[in-house]
């Protein structure tokens, strides 16, 4: 999703970009979604007043979740939502990513990109909770792209999908479990999000977009 | 990447790099994996059009198009109409007619898959034409020789024995030098091109003043099919002056590994003893091939063209 929507900047290019989450409330919404994820996932999951899980109770269905990143920006957030869980209640989460290039079904349309990195825990994905994470939730497909790539990978217990954004246009049955931010957007918008690992700061931006359309399906923000 | 694959010059460093890149993250995308499968050139069709015989590269293709979900027909001259005297170009036209996505050739002429590509729309890349190149056998032998040494730019490698007739030879010295490697081919002046000065490379007759500064030894295969006129006056001379046996593999430096492209002719240009040894990479080159060629089906044939 993110992956290639950095479209080289034209002077002509969408008017101001309209910052929609800065550093800061990105940080926050990471939080809050590792909170949501602790309450879904750990046994018996009571969340105090302090936010703070009862230690008693924060293992067991934690230590059995696992966060798949799909690159390029999910994998990055993946990372983040596990340390911030680990941060949170003390019990370490596996994280892995999952490129989805070799099972989109657009690649005669937009042409083959270069391969990111497949990586999986060492103790695999079979009878295990996984989350996908991804940054943006735009038509689904590079969801079921994912989907797919995971029936090849293993068998987990349960799949469920964690997003930074959902900015609308669903094209498939597709809804995510965890959501940062829901923004309505018109589908000439693009939404673009910056992480410090892959472009330096953290932010999420909307613009508008640009003259020509885009089809229906592409990998668009 | 351009639309065929038809030599080592077709490449730049930065498509040669790509390849090498995504034929990595292939192999670690699958590994380990029971499903050793991904979807990605459903519905297209490859030909394997192989004019002459082979074994590792013909299975080795068909193992790759299988991988990505490619549909692959597979056509040897034996048995078909080019016994009966079919053209290359009908041949060819037939199979695109019936709607193949790629032809891998490999003819016994120099230059063949040069004139196929000229002829249909699909991408057309090249197994090995006549003695002129073998470009992906050049980039598996670059892909092991990153994943053994961890870098290619100043691997300092020799080639060594039948230069001549050997079209792995020529791919690999394009494809080395594009990559930054440091190539010298060894060989008796029988068995060296006329053209060799023009190479990007150092040519030597002694092959153990080489060894001792070589981090890659990749040995060719002598070949006799080829061979219409005495280029050496015996097998046995042959072997003691331009085989790796034991006492020549003690000469290498540590780090240093043993390549070829097989088939091997055991104890003529390479002993036993080396070939099944620690240092050889002969049978990890088969695995990497399968993998180099998923990377170059991919890159061909994955998205739209140009």
Redo the contacts between chains.
């Keep these: 999703m993110a992956r290639s929507t950095e479209p080289a900047r034209s002077p002509s290019s969408g008017s101001n970009p309209g910052v929609l989450l800065s550093a800061a409330d990105v940080a926050r919404v990471v939080d809050r979604m590792a909170h949501q994820l602790i309450e879904r996932y750990a046994r018996g999951g009571g969340v105090g007043d302090d936010g703070a899980i009862d230690p008693g109770s924060a293992d067991g269905g934690l230590s059995d979740l696992v966060l798949v990143g799909i690159p390029t920006r999910g994998a990055p957030l993946a990372r983040r939502l596990a340390a911030r869980i680990e941060a949170f209640t003390g019990t370490h989460v596996d994280v892995g990513t999952a490129?989805i290039t070799?099972?989109r079904d657009d690649?005669?349309?937009?042409?083959?990109?270069?391969?990111?990195?497949?990586?999986l825990p060492d103790a695999g994905i079979d009878d295990r909770l996984v989350v996908l994470v991804d940054d943006v939730l735009f038509s689904g497909r590079s969801v079921r792209a994912a989907l797919?790539a995971l029936r090849?990978?293993g068998r987990p217990r349960s799949v469920q999908l964690a997003v930074l954004v959902d900015r609308g246009h669903r094209e498939l049955p597709i809804r995510a479990d965890f959501v940062g931010k829901n923004v309505p957007t018109s589908r000439s918008q693009q939404v673009r999000v910056h992480l410090t690992e892959t472009d330096g700061a953290d932010e999420v931006l909307v613009t508008d977009g640009r003259p020509e359309v885009r089809a229906a399906g592409e990998e668009s923000q | 990447m351009k639309r065929h694959l038809l030599e080592s010059a077709d490449l730049d460093r930065a498509d040669a790099t790509l390849v090498l890149d995504t034929a990595a993250q292939i192999d670690q995308a699958l590994a380990g994996r029971e499903v050793k499968k991904l979807p990605t050139l459903r519905g297209r069709t490859v030909v394997n059009l192989f004019y002459e015989d082979s074994t590792r590269t013909r299975i080795s293709f068909e193992l790759a198009a299988k991988r990505l979900s490619a549909d692959v027909i597979n056509f040897s001259a034996k048995g078909s109409s080019v016994s009966k005297g079919e053209s290359l170009k009908d041949t060819a036209l037939t199979l695109e007619a019936m709607g193949s996505d790629a032809i891998v050739v490999r003819h016994g002429a120099s230059g063949a898959p040069h004139r196929l590509a000229n002829w249909v729309r699909g991408s057309v890349v090249n197994a090995g034409d006549g003695t002129h190149e073998h470009p992906t056998q050049a980039l598996l032998d670059a892909y092991t020789i990153r994943r053994r040494l961890g870098r290619l730019a100043g691997v300092r490698v020799a080639i060594v024995g039948d230069v001549l007739h050997s079209r792995v030879a020529r791919s690999n010295v394009w494809l080395l030098h594009t990559l930054g490697a440091e190539v010298t081919v060894v060989a008796p002046p029988t068995l060296l091109p006329v053209g060799v000065g023009t190479w990007p490379v150092e040519v030597s007759y002694d092959l153990d003043a080489v060894l001792p500064k070589a981090d890659v030894v990749m040995m060719l295969r002598v070949q006799g099919e080829r061979m219409n006129a005495s280029y050496f006056p015996s097998a046995r001379e042959y072997s003691r002056r331009y085989g790796l046996d034991g006492r020549r593999m003690a000469a290498l430096g540590d780090e240093a590994i043993v390549m070829h492209p097989g088939p091997m002719n055991r104890g003529m240009e390479i002993a036993a003893e080396v070939a099944d040894s620690v240092r050889s990479t002969i049978v990890e080159q088969v695995g990497n091939g399968v993998s180099v060629r998923m990377a170059v089906l991919y890159l061909l044939l994955g998205g739209r063209s140009e």
């Design positions: 490129d070799l099972y690649l005669r349309r937009r042409g083959v990109r270069a391969l990111e990195p497949t990586i797919d090849d990978l």
